[in-house]
């Protein structure tokens, strides 16, 4: 019998490692339904903490978590962060395998990755790809953009969303949410660790909030140049008795700079609304006409 070629040994060798690596992580995946469908859970730590995406739980306070020993249990949803799309759950046991967490820091581009999930609760499924994009932004059907995602072509059935998105070592490196444009969204690892603790003890994660509503618009070329950027965040409306409102701002108005940070984006201003700035007086660069104006706005606390 003649022995196998080296392309066809290689193949062998990456199909084993790759179900080894499914093997290993499919207890760490569990079922989570909230009662009008199902998507997946990841276990986080041998206490009985799960993590999923916010969007499986919805706004409820209770869900089913379907084990890999076939048993479904209670579990309490101690809190939730829409923007991240990330929810932390709890349920009464210590018997459960929590998942090794990885790094996110250093993903590069085509580095492969497979995403997991158990939907149905019967057994652990996944899909294949590489890491097509790292810190990219998208806006979910609710209007929320949710920053520095992880993005891969490892295709996300329905129930896939909780289910973790792992390395070659089986480690998860972030947690997948969505599938759009062809492509698999998750939130890396970094983020959803600090994510967990603060609702761990919060229940819930605090933003600043401006009272506005606004995108990107790209500058004519003659202020573009004048203000050296070319573009920024054009104020569309303003709330009523809101920090924007108070601070003068106005329908109409272009920001270009928070807190003396470049503003070209709506994701820029995102990003910069953060628990730090809450309730602190911030220096707000914006363009009236053709006319550069500076501010000062005091954000609010913004929860769900």
Do not use: C
């Amino acid at each position: 019998m003649s022995k196998p070629l080296e392309p066809l040994r290689i193949l062998q060798s990456l199909s084993e490692a790759t179900a080894q690596i499914v093997s290993k992580t499919s207890p760490s995946v569990v079922t989570v339904n909230n009662g009008m469908g199902s998507g997946s859970g990841t276990v986080w730590s041998p206490e009985g903490y799960i993590v999923t995406a916010s969007h499986v739980v919805g706004k409820r306070s209770t869900v089913k978590v379907g084990l890999g020993n076939g048993k479904s249990q209670e579990a309490q949803v101690i809190g939730r962060d829409p923007y991240t799309d990330i929810a932390l759950l709890k349920i009464e046991t210590k018997t459960l395998k929590p998942i090794e967490l990885g790094d996110s820091k250093d993903l590069k581009t085509g580095q492969f990755v497979l995403a997991l999930a158990n939907p149905f609760g019967r057994q652990v499924s996944a899909t294949q790809g590489i890491v097509t994009a790292v810190h990219g932004a998208i806006t979910t059907i609710g209007g929320i953009t949710i920053e520095d995602t992880i993005v891969t072509d490892a295709r996300l059935n329905p129930g896939y969303s909780g289910g973790p998105l792992i390395d070659v070592y089986g480690k998860m490196i972030g947690l997948n949410t969505a599938f759009v444009w062809n492509r698999g969204i998750a939130v890396p690892i970094n983020a959803i660790k600090h994510i967990v603790e603060t609702l761990k003890h919060d229940g819930k994660i605090k933003r600043a909030y401006l009272g506005i509503v606004s995108n990107t618009v790209r500058l004519p070329q003659e202020i573009a140049t004048q203000v050296n950027q070319q573009s920024g965040v054009m104020i569309y409306q303003v709330e009523a008795d809101s920090p924007a409102k108070k601070a003068g701002l106005a329908m109409g108005d272009v920001i270009l700079r928070f807190n003396q940070k470049s503003i070209h984006s709506i994701n820029d201003l995102h990003r910069y609304l953060t628990e730090e700035v809450i309730g602190k007086p911030t220096k707000l660069q914006t363009l009236r006409g053709e006319n550069p104006t500076e501010l000062t706005i005091t954000p609010n606390a913004k929860t769900e």
